[in-house]
């Protein structure tokens, strides 16, 4: 899924799955570039000239940490997602929400980096004491069955 915002206040997935996955970084960081109708000029920062993100696109060059973070920030999607191709349930919740991620402060991002890695940490407790609970279930299947193969 890839997200298309530009131009629109609520920022709305494309299933773009099976393209993403064959993509390269450079690939994805072009197609994401043009979807948003921003030049190679506009990835460009202090450190990143636009050659570089030309090279980057042509796949001449892998880009360095510095450089995925700002392209990631300024195409408004995670440094994950350019690298893999998927938005992070992050990204997802906060296009769910209806804000547009390019439009968040670095502030507004951790905490709802915070709040969501709270949220997996409750939703992970929740299933493994579910995990427990059937284990539990399946032991005290088995007893009875032992109880009734002793009695009966």
Not at 90 to 95: D, N, Q, V
Request: hydrophobic fraction near 40%; aromatic fraction near 2%.
């Amino acid at each position: 899924m890839s997200y298309h915002a530009h131009g629109d206040r609520r920022a709305k997935p494309v299933k773009i799955a099976a393209v993403a996955k064959r993509e390269t970084v450079g690939q994805r960081v072009r197609r994401l570039r043009k979807a948003r109708g921003l030049s190679q000029r506009d990835l460009s920062a202090p450190g990143i000239s636009y050659a570089y993100v030309s090279r980057i696109e042509a796949d001449t060059r892998t880009p360095s940490v510095k450089a995925l973070r700002q392209i990631a920030n300024t195409l408004g999607v995670t440094v994950e997602h350019l690298e893999t191709g998927e938005p992070t349930p992050t990204e997802l919740g906060i296009a769910e929400a209806g804000l547009d991620f390019t439009t968040l402060t670095k502030a507004e991002v951790a905490a709802i980096r915070a709040a969501a890695a709270q949220g997996a940490r409750d939703a992970a407790r929740r299933a493994a004491e579910q995990v427990i609970e059937d284990r539990r279930e399946v032991e005290r299947a088995k007893l009875r069955k032992r109880l009734e193969g002793l009695g009966g």
